[in-house]
Structure formats: structure tokens, C-alpha cells
């Protein structure tokens, strides 16, 4: 197990870190070890373990440290948080169709895969041994659950012991781009923070249904109305330059304990207590809607209600001016001018 790379384990540990439910202390990582190594068994058990090498291979199998993500596990580890928090990101259960594909349907190769001269075991023989391809139709429920069970232990024997691309396993897809960020790996630190900026604002301003590029990359949009207009929207427009992004360092906490910065602050220049804390959960949500995705309700009830209060803080600043469209292409200023007059006139 020591022998196989260490970014497969980082990048497991960094996940459940940044999910900023559990500070990971030391006795969290021997818990964690000692149960990967031995799970439930005094070390005589262990030994008669293995040289009773008997019993339904799935069972066999399950006792191999790489399911220790196994979310469906009822043993003692259910009480360890570290060991929880892990299953609840459980790398068998990101499809990645290409790996899956293979994984069920091909042999596996052992150039494909680390190899361990000390093991006795030849685990891709006894993988190749059992697959299991009889057409759906002809599948019982026992034979299907068998098939699910098999297929999910041998996507965490590939993410730790596999020659692939172990980040299209973890559960979030922007999780390494959001640590680069907190820990400032990149030589262009301040173009990635300014990069990073611009799509945070990209995405609230989708999200608040303006589409035009030319808007958003200078602003952060709002809605300015809370119940929809088939026939025309309007917005509030704060500009991007009025905003910083920075890392939430909180370095009073390192004067106490082990400490790593996790998330981000996106906030006011004018006024800091307008601020948003950006965690892996809505920095990801946040991702995906620059890409395109439409938060669903159980979204926008969990940690989209940190956006929610954000863009309340916003709301109840004093404005002047609001912009209309009917297309999101063409936009018209309404505003007060000096003399308390309404000015109606083109966005250029």
C-alpha cells in the first residue's frame, strides 16, 4: 500500500477536507490507518485470514484496503469520522463511462496497473476470472446486485492501483483548480485569482439569467425583480473592479492548531461586510453553472442559500440605476440624474 503514489490519497484527503465538515487531526489519520491496515481483526485473526483464504470472493475482496471508500460498509468504521466522511465521497460511485466501459466489459491488462512483487495474490487474474456478461434480460436481482458490487470494487482497485487519470474519479471536478487557488500553486497567482473572479460573476449573472457576455465580464448582475417578466427582464449592475477576491487565510488559527486555508472570500471593496464565502461545494455549483447547468430546487436549499444571503447584502444597497432588455441583447439605462429625474437611454 506505501508504494502506490501519494496524490491518489491527497487527493481523497483534500476532498473531505475542503468539504469543511471535519478538521482532520492526527488522531483522526491513525484511526484511519490502523483500520485501513487491519479493519475489525485482532492480528491472530488476520493470520487465519489469510491462510484460510476461503469464502465467497466478494467478501474476499471487500477486505482489500482499497474499499475503504465503500459507502455500503457496515462495519465498526461507521463510527470513525474520518473513515465516514470518505465513504461519503466514495470514488466507485463518479461514472466515468470510458473507465467503465472497460473495466466491465474488457480484460484487465497488468501493464495497465502498478505492479507489487510482494503480493501473493494475483487480483487482475481473479478479476478477469469472474466477470459476469450475461445479457440484461437473463439477470436476476441477486445476479445484478452481484454485478453492481463487483463492478464498484473494481473502480477503487483502479483509482489506487490503475495507470489513469485519478481526478476524473473524485467527485467534484473542479476540487484541484479550487486548491491551487487556496494554497497559490500557480506562478500567475493573481491572473488565476482575476480568472477565478471573472467566473464567479459569469456564473451569478447566468444564474440570474443574463446571458450577454458583454454585461457580465465587466459586472455582476442581479436581478433587480422577484417575479418574472415573459416580456422584458431587468437587472442591477455592480461593477466586477468593485470586488476582490482573496483566500480565507483566518490565520489566528494557526497560532493553535494544523491549519490549511478552504475557501475563498468574494467581497465589496466599499463595503466588506458584503461578503460571500465560496467553499469546494459552491465553488463547484458555481463551475458548473458557467458551463451551462441550471441549479435544481435541492440545490439552491442547500449551499446555494450562502449565494442566496450574498445577493440579499447586495439588494440593499442604494442604487440609481437599473438596465431593461427584451432579448438580452439590447439593453436600455434607466436612471435618476441629478435632478431627480428619470433618464431613459441606450447601455453602451
Known amino acids: 500500500m506505501l508504494r502506490i503514489g501519494g496524490s491518489v490519497w491527497s487527493g481523497l484527503f483534500s476532498t473531505v477536507s475542503l468539504k469543511r465538515e471535519l478538521h482532520i487531526t492526527m488522531r483522526d489519520l491513525r484511526s484511519f490507518i490502523a483500520f485501513t491496515l487491519t479493519k475489525d481483526f485482532q492480528c491472530h485473526e488476520v493470520k487465519e485470514k489469510l491462510d484460510a483464504n476461503m469464502g465467497d470472493y466478494l467478501d474476499w475482496w471487500k477486505l482489500y484496503y482499497f474499499n475503504i471508500s465503500d459507502n455500503s460498509a457496515t462495519d465498526s468504521a461507521q463510527q470513525d469520522r474520518l473513515i465516514k466522511l470518505i465513504r461519503e465521497t466514495d470514488v466507485a460511485e463518479t461514472a466515468v463511462p470510458s ?7 474488457g480484460l484487465h491488462q497488468p501493464e495497465q496497473f502498478l505492479d507489487f512483487e510482494e503480493r501473493s495474490t494475483q487480483l487482475l487474474s481473479q478479476f478477469n476470472d469472474v466477470k459476469i456478461l450475461i445479457p440484461l434480460h437473463d439477470q436476476t436481482d441477486n445476479i445484478q446486485k ?56 459569469k456564473a451569478i449573472s447566468l444564474n440570474e439569467g443574463c446571458n450577454n457576455e458583454s454585461i457580465y465580464s465587466k459586472n455582476l448582475v442581479l436581478s433587480s425583480a422577484q417575479v418574472k417578466d415573459p416580456s422584458s427582464k431587468s437587472y442591477r449592475l455592480f461593477g466586477l473592479s468593485n470586488f476582490e477576491l482573496i483566500v480565507n487565510s483566518a490565520a489566528q488559527l494557526t497560532n493553535y492548531l494544523e491549519y490549511e486555508p478552504d475557501s475563498l472570500i468574494f467581497r465589496s471593496l466599499t463595503d466588506k461586510k458584503v461578503s460571500l464565502t465560496i467553499s469546494l461545494d459552491l465553488f463547484e455549483m458555481l463551475y458548473f453553472i458557467s458551463q451551462g447547468y441550471s441549479p435544481s430546487l435541492n440545490d439552491i436549499r442547500g449551499r446555494f442559500v450562502e449565494l442566496q444571503i450574498f445577493k440579499n447584502l447586495l439588494e440593499n444597497q442604494e442604487y440609481k440605476e437599473v438596465i431593461v432588455t427584451g432579448d438580452n441583447e439590447l439593453f436600455y439605462s434607466i436612471k435618476i440624474n441629478e435632478q431627480y429625474k428619470l433618464e431613459l437611454q441606450p447601455l453602451t
Open 99 to 105: 473507465l467503465d466501459r472497460d473495466l466491465y466489459f
Open 146 to 201: 452481484r454485478i453492481l458490487t463487483t463492478q464498484k470494487i473494481l473502480v477503487r482497485h483502479q483509482y489506487f492501483e490503475g495507470k489513469i487519470n485519478y481526478r476524473s474519479r473524485l467527485p467534484y471536478h473542479s476540487v484541484f483548480d479550487f486548491h491551487d487557488l487556496l494554497i497559490g500553486a500557480s506562478a500567475n497567482k493573481e491572473e488565476m485569482m482575476s480568472n477565478t473572479k471573472q467566473s464567479i460573476a
